[in-house]
């Protein structure tokens, strides 16, 4: 939380701020504290990578699905156990592999003998947060059964419509797409998670901190819910009423244009992405205790949303994707 | 006016600036901008001369008035004009990929950031083959961006780049032409043209079989009957059942994939009737929204669908042989 | 070149509109068919714009432009004199508005409107024109700045205010021009006369009714400014051509010359200097008796300065006069012979009361006397609509209307004179004058044209004697021709102050007279004697030139960098004007905010990189972002604009000690 604790250290929250977006509700107070407990929970497991955390939790408090790529080995599981287990919701965990059946996830009717007649036993799906592993080894039979959940929030097994908890959030990891024995997800499919989060190599310090510490996975067995199902839906709520001015709109639609150009990207953000980012923005906003959303905040949350959805034309090195969203937003003055 | 439209090369020439090396956006500093008269800006000038003698051999004095005023007219309107293009920002984007033969269309975005609206610029590519549109002029109000298109022919497959522009602009009254030449670095990816009539994909020797296998084998579920369906793939069990007319969806494997290979094509081919072919090809499949593999000498692409995986076909057929 | 069918048709009404405007005018000077053509092809070109007719082929138009030099030629001469010229250059800024089909066509047209200007300056440059004309000129800046506006996006109230831009930015320049660019007396080529100007005041012939007519034109005659005050109104003779010959009705000058009379200057004379507007005939006008001839003028022998060329322009002159003389003491018997003559059957009465008072007063003296006391106590009538009189004007005048205007009275004085024996001529000419205490300086106007009468007495030689004094003293003491005047002048010089309205023509006839000396006859002279006022003396065309550079340069650079600078104010909204002008002020210090950088990221940077700044900085920066990004805010916009105004972050990096 450096960056916020510089920010509200100089900037003395004017009338309006912290005030609007947290105390609507008697119980909203509480649940802001105990999203900054849970949040710093999650930074004491997860070293130094306060930016990440915080966009995974934007991403959550948008109401949005969360992608985690990177190569194996720098901490994602980590990261979305430690995320789901935070946030304490009902947490499932699937493992995808190549052989995973849609069945694996939604669940299957069995025929059940004392009844004499077909019983629904639920996929891990049916739960409040999904933790789905390395989800670009499975087939993508198996993938899309995944995300039609997603898209729904309901499965639909032997033509009976089952819905989902609420919240229902999936957490994927994948390992990039030019690892062997990958199926990469199909554009349409990305584009149903809101962020996608590349984590990266720790720094030095972090990494120290890391071969000095405990086990994580001990550490991730002591974690508590610091939330709950109530807390996290009042969150989103309240996201949902951050002010966006007209000023800002303007400037979220300089920056859709942008990416539409022909020549940069394949194509570019779509209305719903607009709509993800301005709502990541505005979930970003609140974590930093503001009613209102600055363009920092959307600046802030487009790479997380918009990197898994704008493919660059000129695709050479591993960080084209990165530098050229950077570039896009120093190509857009603000207004 | 042949001679005065050349003038401003010659100039550039004479004066012997050193090229300013290619970058993404450039700001028209002073020193880049030169500015002369226009045919109409000499005629003026004759206007004011004669004037002027008119009022000396008849003793107007308000002759005289008019002809300083129009001389005034004339210097803040070379001010004028050079302000009208100073200090603006330019800068070009790559272009989307186009096939050989048509022309890319690369967007420039001028940008006003000293508070100044600018009037009538005029953006051209300063190539014989540039073709220039039909209303080239851009508007660009005060702290504004504006976009202009310049299209550039594309005679041959693999990377263009984006020629000199000229920047120019005879803004308010045309007695000035200010303009200022840039090299702006921006490139469009050109992929091959497509062949015309090809022969169909199956015909190919060498391709793997079944590619106009149009389901799998792999029981993928079931949906509702859609009159039509094949009767093998009604779910005649489900029926039984009492559940109504059901048809099973399969879906398919991986082993139908379509795999595109150079040496199926290349022997009877010339390498560029090749690439037209290959190109047409995948063009095909893309709109049959069909997974297939790309197998050329330095490029070899795992199956895969969608636009970014043809774009990366059509880029590697596209820098066939040219790659650095 | 871009096709008709893109040239902005409200620009090319506008064109149209502006030609029409140069062309009408004309009208009272130019042939009628003319002006139908003109206008017939503007309408034409008027149409087709509207209802987008297909142009006219360039081979007619060009066989129209053949016709239409050919008839200039063949009315005119092959080389057209300036009404030729006129016809010729309305007639192809007609058939140019016919060919509408570039921008290039319509820059050619706007070039012809100009010529079109200076066509009306060759008939009239007073300062209403010039204002007329100042409007069409703007008109057809903002014409030529809509033809450039390809993309038609700016409004006409644009278009107009850049246009005004422009013409009010080149207004200093032209300013220095006018003033500092070296100044060629003229002609160049040709005759240079200004032609078409009507020749208005007096002739070289008299008939009754002729000075009544002139008194009633307010034009001016001439002005003068005196070196010293000093002359009285009963002296103020300007003196005009001197008529001889009489034929019973028509007083003639006559086309022999006399040989020059002698002059015996008395002690009194006065200078000044005199500013003549063109009458078209040789004769220049000074008080009586002018003492010698300006440079360029010949004093003549009834001493009337005459100039060598027929008075076409304005003309200045310095002459000095002499208010005591003895003229003509030793006059020829010739001349005093002419000076008798009286055409033999013509007005018989007159002849007859005139031998009469010969007979009964004896010598010149008593008959003067004598017939100005008959003047002053018979019912005589000063007036300015006498009766007409017929073929025996002066017995008529004298025994049965007794009513007339001052050559009424002259031309009867003058010839009882010449039936008594006393040699007697008319002298024409203008007395007294309207002061302008504006100006200081004396106007006379056609309304002061006068006739008078010059007797030859053997011991006084030729005196003048105005018996128009005699039946109305007041019109030589007010210097005012008319009575009805008389009375206003006397009003006005009763209320001693402004307010009246002969001190409005006061100023407005001040205003034309500053005028003609600075715009309209600044000449070489006139420039040397500036530069000599502000201390260069006797400037080269070299030295000219140079001091026009020097003064033209800093001009157009400080145009340029009122035209260039940086202008972060131009933003239409109050908070984005006070957030960009916190931003410049930053920028003023080393800290310049990226474009894509948002106020947070900024403001944080600031108080990493100048923390001495992050109060003042924070604070502005929460307004600005609670105004614009927030929907409640800590301040107004109001508030925001005083804390941008207060924030001097040079100030207070340098009491922090900070380097910057």
């Known amino acids: ?335 | 006016m042949n001679w005065l439209a050349k003038l401003p090369d010659a100039l550039a020439h004479r004066l012997g600036r050193a090229p300013v090396p290619p970058s993404a956006n450039a700001r028209l500093t002073r020193e880049r901008v030169y500015i002369l008269p226009t045919a109409a800006g000499l005629l003026s000038a004759l206007t004011v001369l004669l004037i002027l003698l008119a009022s000396i051999n008849y003793g107007l004095g308000l002759g005289f008035a008019l002809s300083f005023l129009l001389a005034g007219i004339g210097v803040v309107t070379l001010v004028l004009t050079y302000r009208n293009l100073a200090g603006l920002h330019v800068r070009a984007c790559d272009a989307a990929p186009v096939f050989c033969g048509t022309p890319a269309a690369f967007i420039v975005d001028l940008h006003d950031g000293s508070g100044a609206a600018r009037h009538a610029l005029e953006v051209r590519a300063r190539l014989q083959g540039a073709a220039s549109l039909a209303d080239p002029y851009v508007d660009v109000p005060a702290h504004a961006e504006r976009q202009c298109l310049v299209r550039v022919d594309a005679p041959a497959r693999g990377t263009l780049t984006l020629p000199a522009l000229r920047v120019s602009t005879t803004f308010p009254l045309g007695l000035f032409r200010a303009w200022s030449d840039l090299d702006l670095a921006a490139r469009c990816t050109v992929y091959p043209r497509p062949e015309p009539r090809p022969p169909p994909l199956a015909s190919a020797p060498g391709l793997a079989p079944g590619i106009a296998r149009t389901s799998g084998d792999d029981f993928a579920g079931l949906r509702d009957y859609v009159p039509g369906d094949a009767p093998a793939h009604i779910a005649w069990t489900a029926l039984a059942r009492g559940s109504g007319l059901v048809t099973r969806r399969f879906q398919a494997e991986p082993a139908g994939q379509i795999w595109l290979r150079w040496h199926s094509v290349s022997p009877q081919l010339e390498t560029e009737q090749a690439l037209m072919r290959l190109t047409r090809w995948i063009l095909d499949l893309a709109t049959e929204d069909r997974a297939f593999g790309l197998d050329v000498p330095g490029c070899l692409r795992a199956p895969g669908r969608g636009r970014a995986h043809v774009h990366a076909c059509l880029c590697a057929l596209a820098c066939f042989g040219r790659r650095q | 070149m871009s096709s008709a069918a893109t040239l902005r048709t409200g620009a090319v009404y506008s064109l149209l509109g502006a030609m029409a405007a140069l062309i009408v005018p004309h009208t009272p000077r130019l042939p009628d068919w003319l002006m139908l053509t003109v206008l017939a092809f503007l309408l034409w070109q008027s149409l087709a714009t509207a209802l987008r007719w297909k142009p006219l082929s360039r081979w007619l138009l060009a066989g129209m432009s053949v016709a239409a030099t050919a008839a200039v030629v063949i009315s005119f001469g092959p080389v057209p004199d300036r009404e030729g010229s006129v016809v010729l250059l309305v007639l192809m800024a007609g058939l140019k508005c016919l060919e509408l089909r570039s921008v290039r066509d319509a820059h050619v047209a706007t070039l012809l409107g100009h010529f079109l200007i200076v066509t009306h300056f060759l008939y009239s440059q007073t300062a209403l024109l010039a204002a007329f004309l100042a409007l069409i000129l703007l008109w057809l800046v903002a014409t030529g700045v809509a033809f450039q506006d390809r993309n038609r996006t700016l409004p006409p109230v644009r278009i107009l205010r850049t246009a005004a831009v422009i013409a009010g930015s080149a207004l200093p320049l032209a300013a220095l021009l006018f003033l500092l660019f070296p100044r060629v007396q003229g002609p160049l080529f040709g005759d240079a006369a200004t032609p078409g100007r009507a020749t208005t005041g007096l002739g070289d012939a008299m008939s009754p009714g002729d000075i009544v007519d002139l008194g009633l034109s307010d034009e001016v005659a001439f002005r003068v400014d005196f070196d010293a005050v000093g002359v009285g109104a009963h002296e103020m003779y300007w003196r005009g051509p001197v008529l001889w010959d009489f034929d019973g009705r028509t007083w003639r000058a006559g086309r022999r010359a006399n040989p020059p009379a002698t002059v015996r200057a008395g002690r009194r004379e006065t200078g000044y200097r005199v500013t003549l507007e063109p009458h078209g005939r040789r004769w220049m006008f000074a008080l009586d008796v002018p003492a010698a001839a300006p440079a360029g003028a010949v004093l003549g022998a009834d001493l009337l300065l005459r100039a060598q060329h027929p008075i076409r322009t304005r003309t200045r002159y310095v002459v000095r006069s002499l208010l005591d003389y003895r003229v003509g003491l030793e006059e020829s018997e010739h001349v005093l012979r002419r000076a008798l003559r009286l055409p033999p059957d013509a007005n018989p009465r007159t002849v007859a009361l005139g031998t009469l008072l010969r007979t009964r007063s004896g010598d010149g003296h008593g008959v003067l006397a004598e017939v100005l006391s008959m003047f002053r106590q018979q019912p005589f009538h000063y007036t300015l609509a006498p009766p007409a009189l017929g073929r025996d004007s002066v017995d008529e005048f004298l025994f049965d209307t007794r009513r007339g205007f001052c050559e009424h009275y002259a031309s009867a004085f003058a010839v009882i004179m010449r039936a008594a024996g006393v040699p007697a001529r008319i002298v024409t000419g203008y007395q007294g004058g309207e002061y302008n205490n504006v100006g200081n300086y004396l106007v006379v106007r056609q309304s002061h044209a006068h006739a008078w009468v010059e007797v030859w007495l053997p011991d006084q030689g030729w005196r003048r004697v105005d018996p128009t004094a005699a039946v109305a003293p007041g019109r030589v003491e007010t210097g005012s021709a008319l009575p009805w005047r008389d009375q206003d002048a006397s009003r006005a010089r009763d209320t001693g102050g402004w307010p009246s309205w002969i001190d409005a023509r006061q100023v407005l006839d001040h205003l034309t007279r500053s005028w003609n000396d600075w715009v309209l006859d600044y000449s070489a002279e006139r420039q040397r004697g500036l530069l000599r006022y502000v201390g260069l003396s006797d400037a080269g065309w070299p030295r000219l030139a140079a001091l026009l550079a020097a003064a033209v340069a800093p001009a157009v650079a400080a145009l340029a960098a009122l035209r260039l600078r940086h202008r972060p104010a131009l933003r239409a909204d109050r908070v984005d004007r006070a957030y960009a002008r916190f931003c410049s002020k930053l920028e003023r210090v080393g800290c310049a905010r990226r474009p894509h950088e948002g106020p947070y990221d900024f403001a944080r940077r600031i108080a990493m990189t100048r923390p001495a700044l992050s109060v003042p900085v924070d604070q502005i920066t929460l307004a600005y972002v609670g105004l614009r990004y927030a929907h409640a805010a800590p301040v107004s916009a109001a508030g925001l604009e005083a804390l941008v105004r207060a924030f001097a972050p040079r100030r207070v990096l340098r009491q922090s000690g900070a380097r910057y």
């Open chain 1, 1 to 335: 939380m450096a960056d916020e604790v510089s920010l509200t250290g100089q900037l003395a929250p004017g009338p309006g701020h912290r005030s609007r977006s947290r105390a609507d509700t008697p119980e909203s107070g509480g649940s802001a504290a105990r999203l900054s407990h849970a949040l710093a929970q999650i930074n004491d497991i997860v070293l130094g990578k306060e930016r990440q955390v915080k966009l995974c939790l934007a991403c959550i408090l948008a109401g949005g699905h969360l992608l985690i790529e990177d190569v194996p080995g720098v901490g994602k599981t980590t990261l979305a156990q430690a995320l789901a287990r935070s946030l304490g919701l009902s947490f499932q965990r699937i493992q995808f592999t190549s052989d995973l059946l849609p069945a694996d996830v939604v669940g299957v009717s069995i025929f059940d003998q004392l009844s004499g007649g077909f019983r629904f036993r639920p996929g891990p799906v049916f739960a409040q947060i999904l933790l789905a592993d390395e989800i670009n080894r499975a087939t993508p039979k198996a993938q899309s059964a995944l995300l039609e959940a997603m898209e729904e929030r309901q499965v639909t097994v032997d033509g009976e419509t089952r819905a989902l908890p609420e919240p229902f959030f999936v957490i994927a990891t994948q390992n990039p797409a030019t690892q062997a024995g990958t199926f990469a997800l199909p554009e349409s499919q990305l584009d149903r998670f809101l962020m996608r989060i590349q984590l990266g190599y720790p720094d030095a310090r972090a990494e120290r901190a890391l071969l000095r510490g405990e086990d994580r996975r001990d550490a991730m067995r002591r974690l508590h819910g610091r939330l709950s199902a109530a807390d996290i839906l009042a969150l989103q709520r309240q996201v949902r009423e951050i002010h966006a001015s007209e000023a800002l709109l303007d400037y979220v639609q300089a920056l859709v244009a942008r990416t539409r150009r022909p020549g940069r990207f394949v194509a570019g953000l779509s209305p719903r992405s607009t709509v993800n980012l301005l709502q990541a923005a505005r979930a970003w906003a609140h974590l930093d205790g503001r009613g209102f959303v600055l363009p920092e905040d959307i600046q802030n949350v487009l790479p997380g949303v918009a990197g898994h959805r704008l493919q660059p034309i000129d695709a050479t090195g591993e960080r084209a994707q990165e530098e050229s969203i950077s570039a896009l937003i120093a190509e857009v003055p603000l207004p």
